[in-house]
Structure formats: structure tokens, C-alpha cells
T-cell receptor, first 116, second 117 residues
Framework: AQTVTQSQPEMSVQEAETVTLSCTYD???????LFWYKQPPSRQMILVIR????KQQNATENRFSVNFQKAAKSFSLKISDSQLGDTAMYFC?????????????WGAGTKLIIKP | GAVVSQHPSRVICKSGTSVKIECRSL??????MFWYRQFPKKSLMLMAT?????????EQGVEKDKFLINHASLTLSTLTVTSAHPEDSSFYIC?????????????FGDGTRLSIL
């Protein structure tokens, strides 16, 4: 069975610093998708970044980038120049496919606090 | 972008009341919608997968008769918590997948905070 592990329950950094959130997963599939979602205090689930396993290039979205290590089954999220608005729960998620009924497998989440 | 509207956002009601939560895809058709429950400071727990025109697929441990799901159209799925009790108090979130667009992730509603007194 696929699993997603986030080993950091909580992290805090100063504003403008860079922070890396870790995520590892387990699967026997060769093609799959990985996501980082952000859930601020408002409880909305916001897609931050996605990575297709068949792409070797790490995904980047402005200040957010990932370090995807397929062999190690690792998918960490780096937030550069952190801002107060980045304070939120961050969830790593995995899915085998984006069609039909493929489910998202969720990590336990990391609470990120950006301090002024 | 694709928008999922979830209503109501907040419900407070007495024990024994049945509560209906709606999940609508506003600008796309969703063959499949997902219902999640989230406990405080915890991750999302999938309750059931809702399929348009057919019975929902429930996860192990989720009571079908307790959490009734109806997905009667391509833009609407409803979750009814029947005879709700305080232990049903939680945050419920739905998500939907655009059937017309491949290779796209789920789109989430803003969630419903249910409090049973």
C-alpha cells in the first residue's frame, strides 16, 4: 500500500529565511503524481506545487520549489524568502493517476510558522 | 480556474438533527467527488468517493447509513450526516475532479465546520 510520511510535525523560521519541509513516500508504481498543499487557518486547501514522476526536472512555482528524488522516494518542499502569509499546515500528497477514481494519499502534515 | 463551492461553511445544531452539506462544481462537470473529514491538527481522512449516478464507495470504518452521499448530477454531490451526535463534530471537505480535463488534480471546497451540541 502506498504511504506518505512527513516527519516534521512543526517547524518555525524567521521571515525571509528559507525553509525545507520533508516528505517521503512508498509505492511500487513507476508513474505517479506528487503534490504539496497548503492549508492556512482559514482551512482552505490550496495547491502549492505538483510533480509528475516521469519528469526529472524539479517543479518550481515562484518562491516554492521541490527536490524530487525518485530513487529515494523523497519529495521535499523548499520555500524561499518566507513570508508571514506562508504560515499554514502543509500536506504532502501522492496519487497514482489523475483520472477516474484515483485517490490522494495524504501525509500527516507539517505546521509551519513564519515569525516576524 | 475550476471552483468548488461547499455549503454551508458552518453549522451548529442540536444532537439528533440531520445535516446536509452540498458540494458543487461551479464551472466544470465532475463525475467523481470526494468527501473528507478532518480532525483538529490532523490530515484529511477520505470518507467516501462519490460517483455521479451510482452508489458511493465508502472507506473502511465509515458508516454508510450515518453518512449518506448522493451524487445526482455532474455538478452536485451531497453529504447528509443523519441523526448527528457530538462525536460527528468535525471539519468536512469535499473535492471534485474535472471530467473534461485530463491530468488535473482535485479541486477543493472551502469546507464545512460542523458542531453538534
Amino acid at each position: 500500500a502506498q504511504t506518505v510520511t512527513q516527519s516534521q510535525p512543526e517547524m518555525s523560521v524567521q521571515e525571509a529565511e528559507t525553509v525545507t519541509l520533508s516528505c517521503t513516500y512508498d509505492t511500487s508504481e513507476n508513474n505517479y503524481y506528487l503534490f504539496w498543499y497548503k492549508q492556512p487557518p482559514s482551512r482552505q486547501m490550496i495547491l502549492v506545487i505538483r510533480q509528475e514522476a516521469y519528469k526529472q526536472q524539479n517543479a518550481t512555482e515562484n518562491r516554492f520549489s521541490v527536490n524530487f528524488q525518485k530513487a529515494a522516494k523523497s519529495f521535499s518542499l523548499k520555500i524561499s524568502d518566507s513570508q508571514l502569509g506562508d504560515t499554514a499546515m502543509y500536506f504532502c500528497a501522492f496519487t497514482e493517476g489523475l483520472d477516474s477514481n484515483y485517490q490522494l494519499i495524504w501525509g500527516a502534515g507539517t505546521k509551519l510558522i513564519i515569525k516576524p | 480556474g475550476a471552483v468548488v463551492s461547499q455549503h454551508p461553511s458552518r453549522v451548529i445544531c442540536k444532537s439528533g438533527t440531520s445535516v446536509k452539506i452540498e458540494c458543487r462544481s461551479l464551472d466544470f462537470q465532475a463525475t467523481t467527488m470526494f468527501w473528507y473529514r478532518q480532525f483538529p491538527k490532523k490530515s484529511l481522512m477520505l470518507m467516501a468517493t462519490s460517483n455521479e449516478g451510482s452508489k458511493a464507495t465508502y472507506e473502511q470504518g465509515v458508516e454508510k447509513d450515518k453518512f449518506l452521499i448522493n451524487h445526482a448530477s455532474l455538478t452536485l454531490s451531497t453529504l447528509t450526516v443523519t441523526s448527528a451526535h457530538p462525536e460527528d463534530s468535525s471539519f468536512y471537505i469535499c473535492s471534485a475532479r474535472d471530467r473534461g480535463v485530463g491530468n488535473q488534480p482535485q479541486h477543493f471546497g472551502d469546507g464545512t465546520r460542523l458542531s453538534i451540541l
